[in-house]
């Protein structure tokens, strides 16, 4: 036997000779197969444990048996049973004697993968800026005058090849202590591999991280272990900002219009985002101050208000941004209270109205590596459209205003539990049924009568209608011929319609015993108006982006944003949201934004594909290009242009115009 | 004439050709000699103006001429007569036509130098962290999504060759608003050409910095202009630490005994901290928010407490520091109310018990440039000892305890108006004559009686003794006899001593009638015991380091430190403070802990020098060491073995021993 011995891992499969003696973790690392370890080979976090295989393996030439490895240490076997590992070694200490055979558990490996739940069921690599590494520090000692800060350097250059190190004054302020607590052995927490973030006695695990996606109206916040990548918690929260102004013209206006209107807003949000936080850790049972890094993503207005810049010059052309790059700050530096030196990353913009949150959206997406020509829309109170592949990829701001998120519309209400979300109407009787958020049953399947015990009754009844709900019943409206291809309501329909606050022609949704309020909800003429305005900007903007770019057609449509993943693309296309495409090819990814908050907090390499795309997509400035007009104008009809629809044929009603009302129900409203 | 014409450049004497049309700022540069200039030829700020010297110059070779210059446009005209500079030109638009003689005054050179006064009479070459320049910036357009801060980058890289710059969110914060009321021209305050830290609107200038020497006792802020290195200000405040505990053994206790004890300590020093800035800007007709940069020193105990790290690790071998290196870091994170954006540099020590304050020596004095061994004492709570030159340096620290600073002793005082700082004993008559501060008569020229009208009569009484005062008195005793040479009071002198507080032997300084209070003033038993402790242990230190380094005697002695430049360094022999040296290569050179942090301030280049000298100068462990020990007790006496001393030959009291108390005085002192 004068061969190495061989060493496979599995489930890679990959194989090669190590020298004997050499560690399992060793072998691994000279194969490219990387194992996580956070103590560098001292028994103490069990985290490259490997699972040995016994027996012969024909298919691998190889017979594998324990003996083939050094045998296990007392402290070895403590650990192993510790952890429950039976049949386990740890790689960082189990010396290659012989030919053996290796499985490299999930968990063990270094580059953790996770599923990002969503249409499109993403991989996402976990590498993320912060991590923890545990050292041995030389100890003090009268003659040496390096400094504590200066030997802890030695020693990350020494075990872990960490060099041109800062440190924050947090953890130097904690650094003595923790030295001698820990008996020479402390666990770093670094940032960027730059940066000494915190340093803790002895072995210590635990790095969290928060995404946050700072929506106009709503802000998102994803916790999530910066070890594993798993999400731990997702918190919600109205953006307070609201008050000062429903959209981001109104804030941009508040903030010109008044002298303390950038500082109110600006701690309005850091406010909001403290108690989110907050509220994300409790539920991860966690604090506040165990979140080691943030990234956030939103508009622009929302970032330099974030940044505490007022947003004056995005109100008007042309539009300039106080930076477009990706930046790393202090939260303390925004008076944000997560761990004392955590760092704070902002994701880069693309143009003035196209803001981190669609940088979010393209890194969730990756449109870029794309061969298919594919239309992302992200709608907010403003939607950004991105038009693309690999080879180009186009990118404007469209002005549809917040008729999508379910406000400026008279019942409107944003997705949370009692609002409508789907709805259908009889064609014949023009009469709806609808679901509301958090009751599965559809309301005409709701038991009704005084004898109804409590548990049979809905959990919820209807509050108002969310963004999704708006969409499906004015198509469905326009399906049952209750609105005209030009948006009117048609005169043949009267019997369905009432008269709500003194206005004729209301569309009675939801009746007063099916509500919270035990007020009916009705559609109005001027929520038709508000949609229609929406999606024809969102429709021309699309539209000119396809201009620009000289294709007739997409490959794909992915709708991400306000009604996140709940729209039936079917809808989306028979009100004409969006181009033509076969209709299995639009999908609804819901946040997307979001989602490439956490695809950053958890790889830091995106945040570079982010920095490098956000300068390579090309934006076309809509409000100055005449086109845009032309296309807004002649997309205002449902559907327009029914020819520029072929996947739409058969979902359209063609009797629409005969329509006869029934008069089944007459009820009329209260003046 | 096919020549370049000749530019002879005044008073540095160098010449050369330049093209015809060359500025003659380009003309300069080219030569070597940096002429300032802020606006990059934009004719605002006027820095770069030049003497042009009409005439024949023989000894030259050269006819010089206005004519041999472009003529001044109206703008350049008017700019030199607002700043009165008839006979001038602005260097960054004046073109080189013909040979031409030019005299670059002081004000316009780029690297200005400013005279430390003090002993050594100094050079500082200002060439500080923080700099300002003036730039174009090329306005937003539609179709550039670069940002506010791109397009900046991109112009300072153009204009000043300046790359890789970050931004401090505050001067981000300012940005857009300042682009636009400059018109797009903005002037940029940068700290070590990294990071941006102010944008101001147009053209703009002055850029300041505080230098601090925090002591035990004292903290001395120096306010400078960093443009032209002028000392603008001088404030002193006492450390308001004293009030936990007088030396740095005792603060470490406090800190130690107390859990909100470093807390208190450090809250309080960067409290004095934030009112001795406010009041340095006060007094320069400043505010606080100007101040771009500060820098401190001070030994390793405050500056552990400034930056909020607990000293207990300096209380015990091995004396571990948190950190030896130089360190940058906000003022904000520290509570110090500078400029929002403004850093602080802190000096670097050399060992646990040689700080930062003993670097600003070292930077300050040089000792490592010259031949010469050189013995640096630097006098606080502690002794700082530094014997070597350029070829080896040793370093230690030695416990003198407060005494040379007027602590500990019955009657002293700081450094104040009416502290007694200088005595005269007549060995007759065995009475003492003194001078205060703040009055330049000896006391025995005061005028006494009722009749001395108010402007006759001293400034200010006696209240106490200072450092230099003690040191004085004490080695006049010993002159006039009254003192053994091992420090009892001369039984044959009982005479000329009182009895105070109960107790025999103190000696009579100053009577009531010549005091504050009406109470004398003397000198006891005990404050001779403190003296001779403190002066031994400074002994036996300087004495340890010459046996480290094998040399029997020293070349010149510098004292720097608490008694300031009020010493005289043959008192200082006389009572045995320092070794032996020729009297006139002793020298006092004050603060010059304060002045080395003054001159990393105004010279970024001697923070390098700093850092690489504090690890370079071995530090020697006195505490641990026997032979320290031997020294110590061999150097209580006064003078201890005389033959260590031949430079004080005939200065000593050969009589003293056969002295006769005379009994012209024999008032008693109250119980």
Redesign the interface.
Known sequence: MSQDPLVILMPSGRRDRVPAGATLLDAARQMGVEIESICGGRLTCGKCKVQIEEGSFPKHGIVSASAHLSPASREEQALLAEMHASGCRLSCVAAVQGDVLVFVPEESRAHKQIIRKSATDRVIDVAPAVRQVYVEVEP???????????RLQDALAAEWGLSDLR?D?YA??R???ALRKGKWTVTVTLWQDREVIDVQPGYAEGVYGLAVDIGSTTVAGYLCDLRTGQLLATESAMNPQVIYGEDLMSRISYAMQHRDGLDKMHKAIIDTLNKLAAAAARSANLRASQIHEAVFVGNTTMIHLL????P??LGG?????????AMD?KA???GLRLHPAANVHVLP????HVGADNVGVLIAEEPYNQDEIVLTVDVGTNAEIVLGHRQWMYSASSPTGPAFEGAQITFGMRAAPGAIERVRIDPISKQARFRVIGEERWSDAWPAGPDVPVEEQPKHLASGICGSGIIEVIAEMFLAGILLPDGRLHPDCQGALFRWNGRKGAYLLAAGHQTTTGEPIYVTQDDVRSIQLAKAALYAGAKLLMNRAGVARVDRVVMAGAFGSYIDPKYAMILGLIPDCQLDRVSAVGNAAGDGARIALLNRRKREEAQRIAEWVR?V?TA?DPAFQQEFIAAIHLPHAVDAFPHLDGLLPAAAIDFQPTRTRTRRVRA
Chains 1, 2 share one sequence.
């Not at 913009?349 to 003035?352: M, V």
């Open positions: 003090a000692a009268l003659g040496h005058h390096r400094g504590d800060w200066g440190i004054l130097l302020q650094l003595q202590a940044l505490g810049i007022d004056v010059e052309a042309p539009f300039a941004l106080a930076n477009r790059d700050l303390r530096d925004l913009a693309e143009a003035g934006y400035e100055v």
